[in-house]
T-cell receptor
Framework: DQQVKQNSPSLSVQEGRISILNCDYT??????FLWYKKYPAEGPTFLIS?????DKNEDGRFTVFLNKSAKHLSLHIVPSQPGDSAVYFC?????????????FGKGTHLIIQP | DSGVTQTPKHLITATGQRVTLRCSPR?????VYWYQQSLDQGLQFLIQ???????AKGNILERFSAQQFPDLHSELNLSSLELGDSALYFC???????????FGPGTRLLVL
């Protein structure tokens, strides 16, 4: 049973436009959500996170939106740049009671077209 | 550079063998996590150690074990290796209070 789902295996966006990556989750116990970016042959790199008590968090070109009632989060990248081409993973955890392992989606391959 | 180091980068071995993967967490981090990334399963949480003690277990096989030493580095031991154990193994660390986990570069294991 996949608790974190990224339904788009790939997404192609023109340079300069907005990239929107989506993620759905089923476990209502999740209270912390993260986005990681991954290049081939490297480890995941942390991008941005959001706690379940917020609905938006912004960091430079990256904004994460959380809709708890829909169990949905999205990552917006504006403007998209060629270096943003990578696989993006959505992850979730239950932070109450201490740290725990992250549950990952299967990733979305973002391709930025020049 | 996340500050998390993993050795070796690549490992090639045969079925039935045993290997040890090593991870050093970021300075100041007390918690170490191990993840497996295979082609069909994506990134899967295996096990977490906090300050030398096992704290959480995920989808870790009985043939696999881990430990965290007093200097906080961790080792993941994989035994009786099968072809299906070929994967990327990542280590991550954090302070242990549920902050963001930072990942190492991974060890690529190939079982022939």
């Amino acid at each position: 049973d996949q608790q974190v789902k990224q339904n788009s295996p790939s997404l192609s966006v023109q340079e300069g436009r907005i990239s929107i990556l989506n993620c759905d989750y089923t476990n209502s116990m999740f209270d912390y959500f993260l986005w990681y970016k991954k290049y081939p042959a490297e480890g995941p790199t942390f991008l941005i996170s959001i706690s379940s008590i917020k609905d938006k968090n912004e960091d430079g070109r990256f904004t994460v939106f959380l809709n708890k009632s829909a169990k949905h989060l999205s990552l917006h990248i504006v403007p998209s740049q060629p270096g943003d081409s990578a696989v993006y993973f959505c992850a979730a955890s239950v932070r109450r009671g201490g740290a725990d392992g992250l549950t990952f989606g299967k990733g979305t391959h973002l391709i930025i077209q020049p | 550079d996340s500050g998390v180091t993993q050795t070796p980068k690549h490992l090639i071995t045969a079925t039935g063998q045993r290997v040890t993967l090593r991870c050093s967490p970021r300075s100041g981090d007390l918690s170490v996590y191990w993840y497996q990334q295979s082609l069909d399963q994506g990134l899967q949480f295996l096990i977490q150690y906090y300050n030398g003690e096992e704290r959480a277990k995920g989808n870790i096989l009985e043939r696999f074990s881990a430990q965290q030493f007093p200097d906080l580095h961790s080792e993941l031991n994989l035994s009786s290796l099968e072809l299906g154990d070929s994967a990327l193994y990542f280590c991550a660390s954090d302070r242990g209070s549920g902050e963001t986990q930072y990942f190492g570069p991974g060890t690529r294991l190939l079982v022939l």
